[in-house]
């Protein structure tokens, strides 16, 4: 049996969205409705559906603009046919392309058309062998990443040790978080631990536990992480930054299934699922001497290597999407969307800091956003990421972490208050991703005129 497959009607006149309607059900498709573009945003998400229809004139935007919200192909119809908006509707990517009045056969005819081509392109999951559905959580779909949805599914099943490896930003933690909650573990909490966020002399007794008295300050007995995992997984983020006598220790573990806390003789049994991360390349730490090679063979059973979010094709612009809509949900402003410029800049920028840059970047620009859309300058991502290390985002979010809390107001003050003292009003404004005249009509919306200069 085939799944029934599902058309989105966007049309303001009533009368011919029912009869469209009625027809498509007819030839048993599933069928929705919206009478704008806002109706549309706001009430589905497009990429469920297998085929949008949609008038040109629509009352708020022309229907060409789902074309770049969704990845579901658009078909265009219009009362205004004429040539030349035929030929400006399939450049700006319609699938099809129908003249009004409507004529019942043309449409299921290319409608027909249409879902066949797509099959063809995306099989289903059910003919296919290669599709894997993602694992939740994650987005993607480019061939890299469904590999990798289907190698986390397989190695979830199993107890092996895992090392997920990628660059900084590819989602290494979501990875652990993902075999862990695929796994018969799941039901016990995952331990994450960075191994370069403690302290190298406080992280063994950190990870092992130790006896009352084994060193100064030791002044009760305590549970290490390790021991914590006890049934659970352990993740142990930056696993490159291990001492080298934690990394004994830790092999100890792996190897005898106990563990005995620092200052201890006796050594207690535990069942860890060991989850490993690093960005760095641990066969160099190897050769210069930083790594355990047992300790290395230990962990490297079984390696996932995550592509950087450049290698992922259109994955970026989905994520971008998805992030977009999460963003505005968290920081509870109205719906926006990335306006043309936008989505191109997206796709050509090579994002260096992966994932979590393209969040903080929309989440920056949702911040700033003035209007429905956001434009490129928002996202602040132009210069060659090759060449330039960009670094506005980390530096907005060192001191916006909490921006949950903040009002747009209260951030835009936050940053101007904090930084206005090292940088001029240009700077200031690039930093900020809006234009100088934007940066000074702010201050006086928000009242932080600038600072006159101290007189000398
Ligand atoms: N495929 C994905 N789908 C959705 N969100 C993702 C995906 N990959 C990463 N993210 C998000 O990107 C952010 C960074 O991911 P994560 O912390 O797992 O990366 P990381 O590789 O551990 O980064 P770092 O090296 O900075 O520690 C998180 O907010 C995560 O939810
Ligand atoms: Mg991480």
């Not at 992280?203 to 992480?225: D, N, V």
């Not at 907005?396 to 936050?414: A, H, M, P, T």
């Not at 690039?430 to 005249?437: A, F, H, N, T, V």
Request: glycine share 6%; aromatic share 6%; with cysteine.
């Amino acid at each position: 049996m085939t799944a029934i497959k599902n058309i989105l009607i966007v049309e303001a006149d009533e009368i011919i969205r029912n009869a469209l309607k009625t027809l498509l059900e007819q030839y048993k498709y599933g069928v929705k409705e919206a009478n704008s573009i806002k109706a549309c945003r706001e009430n589905y998400d497009m990429d469920t559906f297998d085929i949008i229809i949609s008038d040109l004139r629509l009352p708020d935007a022309p229907g060409t603009d789902l074309i770049k919200s969704t990845r579901t192909p658009v078909l265009i119809m219009t009362s205004y046919s004429s040539i030349r908006s035929a030929i400006d509707t399939i450049k700006m990517g319609a699938a099809e392309y129908l003249a009004k009045p409507i004529n019942n056969d043309e449409i299921i005819e290319v409608v027909t058309k249409l879902l066949s081509e797509q099959e063809n392109v995306y099989p289903s999951p059910l003919e296919s062998h290669n599709h894997e559905p993602p694992v939740k959580g994650m987005v993607g779909r480019c061939p890299q990443m469904m590999e990798m949805f289907r190698r986390i599914r397989k190695v979830a099943q199993t107890n092996s040790t895992v090392l997920v490896n990628g660059e900084s930003g590819t989602g290494k933690e979501l990875v652990a978080k993902a075999i862990h909650d695929l796994s018969t573990r799941e039901s016990q909490e995952m331990i994450s631990v960075n191994c370069a966020a403690i302290p190298e002399n406080l992280i063994e007794s950190e990870l092992f536990g130790h006896e009352k008295g084994a060193f100064t300050g030791a002044t009760a007995t305590r549970t290490g992480l390790v021991e914590a995992a006890n049934k659970s997984t352990l993740f142990l983020d930056e696993i490159g930054e291990l001492p080298l006598e934690a990394q004994a220790r830790l092999l100890r573990v792996l190897q005898e299934n106990e563990i005995r806390k620092v200052g201890s003789v006796q050594s207690t049994k535990v069942d860890v699922r060991l989850v490993a991360a690093t960005h760095r390349d641990l066969k160099q730490l190897v050769i210069d001497g930083d790594f355990r090679e047992d300790l290395y063979y230990r962990i490297n059973v079984m390696t996932l290597l995550i592509p950087p979010l450049r290698e992922r094709g259109n994955d970026v612009l989905e994520l971008a999407d998805v992030k977009l809509k999460r963003t505005c949900d968290r920081l509870k402003t109205p719906l926006l969307r990335f306006g043309e410029g936008a989505s191109k800049a997206i796709a050509r920028y090579k994002w260096p800091g992966n994932v979590r840059e393209l969040e903080n970047a929309i989440e920056r620009a949702v911040v700033l956003a003035e209007g429905e859309e956001i434009g490129e300058d928002l996202l602040a991502i132009e210069g060659d990421p090759t060449t330039e290390t960009n670094t506005i985002e980390s530096e907005v979010y060192i001191e916006g972490n909490d921006v949950e809390e903040l009002s747009l107001e209260e951030y835009f003050q936050r940053f101007v208050l904090s930084h206005q003292d090292s940088l001029n009003e240009t700077q200031l404004a690039k930093k900020l991703g809006i234009s100088r005249k934007c940066l000074w009509e702010r201050r006086q919306k928000f009242g932080i005129p600038r600072k006159r200069k101290e007189a000398i």
